[in-house]
C-alpha cells in the first residue's frame, strides 16, 4: 500500500505541477494581449486629449484678442467720456 502511494503520489503531483503550469502560461498570455489593448486605448485617449488641447488653445488665444479689443474699445469710451465730463466740470470751477 505505501509503495503503490509513494509511486502514484509524485505523478499526481507531477500532473498537478504541469496543470498549473499551462493555467499559469495561459493567463500570461491573456495578460498580454489586455496590455496590448489597454495600451492602444491610452494611445487613442493620448491622441484625442492632445487634439484638445489644440482646441482649447485656440479658444483661449481668441478670448484674449476679444478682451484686448473690448478693453482696448471700452478704455477709449471711457477716456471720450472722462474729456466731455472733464472739460465741462472744468468751467463749473472756473465760475465758482
Known sequence: MIEALT???PVIIYLLL?????VVIVLGIKTIIIVDKVSAIVKEIED???SLKDVFRLVEMASSKLNYF????????????N??????GKDEEDYE
Open 7 to 9: 509511486a502514484v503520489l
Open 70 to 81: 473690448g478693453t482696448r474699445i471700452i478704455d477709449s469710451i471711457i477716456s471720450k467720456i
Open 48 to 50: 484625442r486629449v492632445q
Open 18 to 22: 504541469i496543470v498549473l503550469l499551462v
Open 83 to 88: 474729456k466731455i465730463i472733464g472739460a465741462s
